[in-house]
């Protein structure tokens, strides 16, 4: 996620469980995880190895999060939960808390938490694993491509505008405020998101 393990890098249980001092039968559970959100490419006989991060895939990630986000957003302002927003401010606290620690991994769960909290409310339950897988790569792509330090505490705090449209009832707002939060995550330029400003 963070970018620190080269793509193709080998990965064997043996030495992972010996790192990590857990047994090779975590590490495997661990490792499948890992497939299942394609952080991995496990290979039989030639094992497990990170996978690439490209460009080209972080473009098609974005597009299908923002269909599937945006999309759902029009069902959740429709017969949204009285826990949601609750949950997504409390959800923002837990951002900015580790943001503020500077634990870019930890900031990242949390948003994925966030986000997949608030299309929960779509009630696309099938959805939802496309929708982490897409979340997944769209957090290795940004941190593992940054070149300069990120402001974490103004990435935490980008979520506010789509809480409060939430909140306020309003789904033309809501839709906009999240379809603007994906678009404007990474500069990728205009032809992947014609309708944003960069």
Do not use: W, Y
């Not at 923002?92 to 299309?119: I, K, N, P, T, V």
């Amino acid at each position: 996620m963070l970018g620190l393990l080269p793509a193709g890098a080998a990965l064997t249980e043996l030495e992972l469980a010996a790192h990590f001092g857990c047994s090779q039968g975590t590490v495997r559970e661990a490792l499948l995880q890992l497939q299942e959100e394609g952080l991995v490419l496990r290979n039989g006989h030639r094992g497990t190895q990170v996978s690439q991060c490209t460009e080209a895939e972080a473009v098609e990630m974005f597009r299908v999060r923002q269909q599937i986000e945006c999309n759902g957003m029009v069902r959740v302002m429709h017969a949204r939960s009285a826990s949601l927003v609750p949950d997504l401010r409390a959800m923002l606290a837990d951002m900015l808390e580790a943001a503020e620690a500077g634990d870019e991994l930890e900031l990242a769960s949390h948003d994925r938490d966030f986000h997949r909290r608030m299309f929960r409310d779509a009630d696309l339950p099938a959805l939802d694993p496309i929708l982490h897988r897409c979340l997944i790569h769209n957090h290795r792509f940004k941190i593992s491509r940054s070149q300069t330090p990120r402001d974490l505490v103004a990435t935490a705090r980008r979520h506010g505008v789509i809480i409060e449209a939430i909140a306020d009832g309003n789904v033309a707002a809501a839709c906009a405020a999240l379809s603007h939060h994906i678009a404007t995550i990474v500069d990728l330029g205009p032809d992947v998101f014609a309708d944003a400003t960069q």
